[in-house]
């Protein structure tokens, strides 16, 4: 069992920055796949960055490279995702999930990550 709790999101202008944060319990190892994932209203939810801590390898979707950091503090369990230069269509619920031991690979489809945190609101207005 992985418990996920975020927060850090909020509301701010077109080209401001937001740093979220994903604070894990259970079993958090480092063979975990982490993700951060997000839902528009009336949107399907779409992966936007992950990555697995033992090897280090990211990944992150198109529409945020560049823009969004996925990074991870060891001794306090807990995953960040840093968003510079956001746009009124980052707006959404963001979520952090867990794949247990990476089975799956490292992705960005929300099928292949079994434990999620309740969200956090991001909201960029223009």
């Known amino acids: 069992q992985v418990r996920l709790v975020e927060s850090g999101g909020g509301s701010v202008q077109a080209g401001g920055s937001l740093k979220l944060s994903c604070a894990a319990s259970?079993?958090?190892?480092?063979?975990?796949?982490m993700g951060w994932f997000r839902q528009a209203p009336g949107k399907e939810r779409e992966g936007v960055a992950a990555?697995?801590?033992?090897?280090?390898?990211?990944i992150y979707a198109d529409s945020v490279k560049g823009r969004f950091t996925i990074s991870q503090d060891n001794a306090k369990n807990t995953v960040y995702l840093q968003m510079n230069s956001l746009k009124p269509e980052d707006t959404a619920m963001y979520y952090c999930?867990?794949?247990?031991?990476?089975?799956?690979?490292?992705?960005?489809?929300?099928?292949?990550?079994?434990?999620w945190g309740q969200g956090t609101q991001v909201t960029v207005s223009s």
């Open positions: 990555f697995y801590p033992s090897g280090g390898a990211t």
């Open positions: 999930a867990a794949d247990p031991f990476c089975l799956r690979g490292l992705t960005l489809l929300p099928a292949d990550f079994d434990y």
């Open positions: 259970g079993d958090t190892s480092s063979r975990n796949c």
